[in-house]
């Protein structure tokens, strides 16, 4: 779809997917900020109980005339099957497309606001399967989280003819193992309460020497540690550990 200017004149209003960075605003891009400003519907994804960080980053750009849509998660990290969190979770991506078209429908421009990059394990990429066919849209790309870990650690992360690998550390513990056996660079997401079972495996791979732990990169608050000193921390959702490849791993560690 072509690029436009929100509030353009169409049948239909513009659905943009917006990328607002790790969650400093600062690193925000100014097309993002530009349509955060200027559309008519703002819409965010947020846990039961919290004010959802894409709406923490945007919070100083918005309009008392701007309809809000918050996007409340029915479950997050509830211990259930994984046919029925699924099935709670398509339901709930069915009816935020569906109030996200009215607005669409009556010619309003909508912005999605997604932490890091929109189609990078964005929540926004579900709306997108949902309503893209249907409405003009565009996506405007943020920077990742771990750009800014890298960039809060200072130390790089892939070069020359190395490979780079993204893995949750939701996957199953045989394919994280099989990953850190090699010499790839590795980005280790979503640690959360798997923060013990990736050191093991770290440990196990021989590669647990050139980690680092980096937990709410840009945030004021944010923490850059060796994984060798972490010891039995707590990882919160938005922390995740950087492996460089081979080659930058046989350099020291920035202190």
């Known amino acids: 779809m072509s690029v436009s200017e929100p509030g353009g004149h169409t049948a239909n209003g513009r659905l943009y997917g917006v990328g607002v960075g790790p969650g400093d605003p600062d690193l925000m891009t100014r097309r993002a900020e530009w349509v955060v400003r200027s559309c008519p519907v703002v819409a965010h994804f947020a846990a039961r109980g919290r004010q959802g960080n894409s709406l923490r980053t945007i919070a100083e750009l918005l309009r008392p005339d701007q309809v809000i849509e918050r996007l409340e998660y029915p479950v997050t990290v509830e211990p259930l099957p994984p046919d029925e969190y699924q099935r709670q979770l398509d339901a709930f991506h069915d009816e935020c497309a569906r109030r996200l078209a009215a607005h669409l429908d009556a010619g309003r ?147």
């Open 109 to 255: 421009d909508v912005a999605v606001v997604s932490e890091g990059d929109p189609l990078f394990y964005g929540s926004y990429m579900h709306l997108h399967i949902r309503l893209a066919d249907r409405y003009p849209y565009e996506i405007v790309p943020g920077i990742t989280s771990f750009s800014a870990a890298c960039a809060a650690a200072g130390t790089p992360i892939v070069s020359r003819d190395e490979r780079f690998v993204v893995i949750p550390a939701t996957a199953p513990p045989e394919e994280l193992a099989r990953v850190l056996a090699g010499d790839d660079a590795v980005v280790i997401l979503k640690l959360g309460g798997h923060l013990e079972t990736v050191a093991s495996a770290l440990e196990l791979s021989g590669r647990a020497s050139s980690a680092l732990y980096v937990e709410r990169a840009s945030h004021p608050d944010q923490l850059v540690v060796p994984v060798g000193d972490l010891g039995r921390r707590q990882a919160p959702y938005f922390s995740l550990i950087l492996v460089p490849g081979t080659r930058l791993a046989r350099r020291p560690v920035p202190a």
